[in-house]
């Protein structure tokens, strides 16, 4: 299985709220898990990325955390702002073949 | 560092033309590249894998003989959309994979290239 799922599909956020995105995979093989940001008519941009030995990686306002044994990842932005509304894609590969399986994305709106 | 280009950022052809998009890694040399699509408001999808002086590595379900890759140089590869077609509109990304990436496995995307076949 190369699926990785993610939701929700949008979610609406106030100023200053958390906002926060799961991704599940079934693919035991996958050993890197990147989240990407992307704002419309431009590619997407390296947020965060964590591997399967670590359960939490913080970068500024950005979290993920992994849970290897649900095969469960999330990202978790923190003090959320107008200026993060943009689609979210989380992603996974694996040694042998880096090519990213994405994530179905989420459109994050943060209100004022 | 690590910038990625496409070029042109957006194109607009006759139905039947063929196409050519550049994806450069700036600053950094790539001995994988990766061609994606997105089609408004979805996810991207692997087209191909392109390896620096070897054919490239098709995903399933994709032509071949329609989407043309060359990766002649470690910062440089070409997609080719042959006889475009409207259905072939869509939106492509490049990406480019660090010949030191190591442990980290960042890929860096381009911005993409707009294609409206009419």
């Known amino acids: 299985q190369q699926q990785v799922k993610q939701s929700p599909q949008s979610l609406i956020v106030q100023k200053g709220g958390i906002s926060i995105i799961n991704c599940a995979y079934e693919?035991?093989?996958?050993?890197?898990f990147p989240w990407y940001q992307q704002f419309p008519g431009k590619g997407p941009a390296l947020l965060i990325a964590?591997?399967?030995?670590?359960s939490e990686k913080k970068e500024g306002r950005f979290t993920i955390s992994f849970n290897k044994s649900a095969k469960q990842f999330s990202l978790h932005i923190m003090d959320s702002q107008p200026g993060d509304s943009a689609t979210y894609f989380c992603?996974?590969?694996?040694?042998?073949?880096?090519?990213?399986?994405f994530g179905s994305g989420t459109r994050l709106q943060v209100q004022p | 560092g690590a910038v990625v280009s496409q070029h042109p950022s957006w194109v607009i052809c006759k139905s039947g033309t063929s196409v050519k998009i550049e994806c450069r890694s700036l600053d950094f040399q790539a001995t994988t590249m990766f061609w994606y699509r997105q089609f408004p408001k979805q996810s991207l999808m692997l087209m191909a894998t392109s390896n620096e002086g070897s054919k490239a590595t098709y995903e399933q379900g994709v032509e071949k003989d329609k989407f043309l890759i060359n990766h002649a140089s470690l910062t440089l590869s070409t997609l080719t959309v042959t006889s475009a077609h409207p259905e072939d509109s869509s939106f492509y990304i490049c990406?480019?994979?660090?010949?030191?990436?190591?442990?980290?496995?960042?890929?860096?995307f381009g911005p993409g290239t707009r294609l409206t076949v009419l």
């Open positions: 990406s480019a994979l660090p010949r030191t990436s190591g442990a980290t496995d960042t890929q860096y």
């Open positions: 693919n035991t093989a996958f050993d890197y």
């Open positions: 964590i591997r399967p030995d670590v």
């Open positions: 992603a996974a590969s694996m040694a042998g073949r880096r090519a990213l399986t």
